[in-house]
């Protein structure tokens, strides 16, 4: 399982990002999905994760109400739609997929990972 995160970039406070996650491998469907991210300075934490049938969904405090996650089954993509960003939510931002665990907020739940996509919010 490969994945490959995109739509990162430099963003005036208050604007949107949409972030994408593409999926490769089989069995897409059948993987929670899930987004972190890092700050300069701070370790890695978690932002938003959904279940494989994309019926549940959950968030950090820091981004519930500004932040969706959703995917898409049949392209194998997983989205992250930023709104009324923040200084404070510039970071590298990972997606990440996996199958066993059980708490979906740790990154030992999650087997495989994406290489990151940059995001910068000028204020």
């Known amino acids: 399982v490969q994945l490959q995160a995109s739509g990162g970039g430099l963003v005036q406070a208050g604007g949107s990002l949409r972030l994408s996650c593409a999926v490769s491998?089989?069995?897409?469907?059948?993987?929670?999905m899930g987004w972190f991210r890092q700050a300069p300075g701070k370790e890695r934490e978690f932002v938003a994760t959904?279940?494989?049938?994309?019926?549940?969904?959950h968030y950090a405090d820091s981004v519930k109400g500004r932040f969706t996650i959703s995917r898409d089954n049949v392209k194998n993509t997983v989205y992250l739609q930023m709104n009324s960003l923040k200084p404070e939510d510039t970071a590298v931002y990972y997606c990440?997929?996996?199958?066993?665990?059980?708490?979906?907020?740790?990154?030992?739940?999650?087997?495989?990972w994406g290489q990151g996509t940059e995001v910068t919010v000028s204020s």
């Open positions: 491998g089989r069995s897409f469907s059948s993987y929670y």
């Open positions: 959904i279940i494989s049938s994309g019926g549940g969904t």
């Open positions: 990440a997929a996996g199958r066993y665990g059980t708490n979906l907020n740790r990154m030992d739940n999650y087997a495989y």
